[in-house]
């Protein structure tokens, strides 16, 4: 029994813990991403480009003297207009035409290409690593746990009942899961489902600008950061509905534990192809995810 007792706490415990941080931090990539397609119907293709953008952002304010917990609150107010601009001045220019899935994706696509050569010719190739802001580390149930990533977890935890919270619980998001449900009608009803658009967009980018900021001390900034989590965060988006934020926040949970257990016990080398075939799975069983859309509950 103590053998079992031991083996919990100094293998399967830190091993677990590792998939807790990394799946807070890929359901903070995915929050907007899930919040964007669910009101939008738009796979942002270069949502992951965002959350570099917010990266390099606070590193550049960073770079004047700016601390770091001041950034957690000037990056989203900068991403938000740039958000705004880009949902208003190009999505919005080919939502309505008979493919828009196919060129809103071809050109969101595009956008992250452009972006990711911009972050190059700008700050170059090389990963920056911003300094930690909280050195040190705690003793949790005899498990070291660096202070930082405790934090990280529990900042991501209340960024994401923040946002269900707004979501569903405010005039607000009454307004977003109206235009989502229906949008015709939601405009019939005097909803401004323009600028709902548009706003809720801006909201998806800012929270990819938040994350790009915390994850930054953990996993660096570089021009193709973005790839690292875009895929994952897709797939989450998948298997837990595409819209739905209790569908991301599950499924971000659960694939990151079977990726962190399968590179325990099996290899490293079999975690994505077994965390896609999850994903492929549930598009053959319940191809709406696990909790739908963001407009149907």
Do not use: C, K
Request: aromatic share 12%; net charge neutral; charged share 10%.
């Amino acid at each position: 029994m103590s053998g079992a007792i031991e083996y919990f706490q100094f293998v399967l415990a830190p091993q677990m813990l590792i998939g807790l941080v990394v799946g807070v931090a890929v359901i903070l990539v995915a929050l907007g991403l899930t919040i964007i397609f669910g009101l939008l119907d738009v796979i942002n293709m270069s949502h992951g480009e965002f959350y570099a953008l917010g990266a390099f952002i606070a590193l550049a304010l960073a770079s004047i003297g700016l601390p770091f917990w001041l950034l957690l609150i000037l990056v989203p107010l900068v991403m938000i207009p740039i958000g705004y601009v880009v949902e208003r001045g190009l999505i919005q220019r080919v939502f309505h035409t008979s493919e828009r899935h196919v060129t809103t994706l071809l050109l969101t696509f595009g956008l992250g290409l452009v972006m990711e050569d911009v972050f190059r010719l700008i700050w170059g190739p090389n990963p920056y690593r911003p300094e930690t802001p909280i050195a040190g580390g705690v003793d949790v149930f005899g498990i070291f746990v660096p202070s930082y990533r405790l934090f990280l977890i529990v900042v991501g935890a209340a960024i994401i009942s923040a946002v269900a919270l707004i979501i569903y619980r405010t005039r607000l998001g009454a307004m977003v899961r109206a235009a989502a449900y229906d949008r015709h009608m939601a405009a019939s009803l005097g909803v401004p489902v323009r600028h709902v658009y548009a706003g809720a967009f801006a909201f998806g980018v800012a929270l990819a600008g938040l994350a790009g900021v915390l994850l930054a001390p953990i996993y660096s900034v570089f021009p193709t950061m973005g790839r690292d989590f875009i895929l994952m965060a897709f797939t989450v988006v998948i298997v837990g509905g595409m819209g739905s934020i209790a569908g991301a926040v599950i499924a971000g949970l659960f694939l990151t534990q079977v990726q962190a257990i399968v590179s325990l016990y099996i290899s490293p080398v079999w975690s994505d192809p077994i965390v896609f075939g999850i994903m492929v799975a549930m598009l053959m069983v319940r191809p709406q995810g696990l909790f739908g859309r963001l407009g149907h509950g």
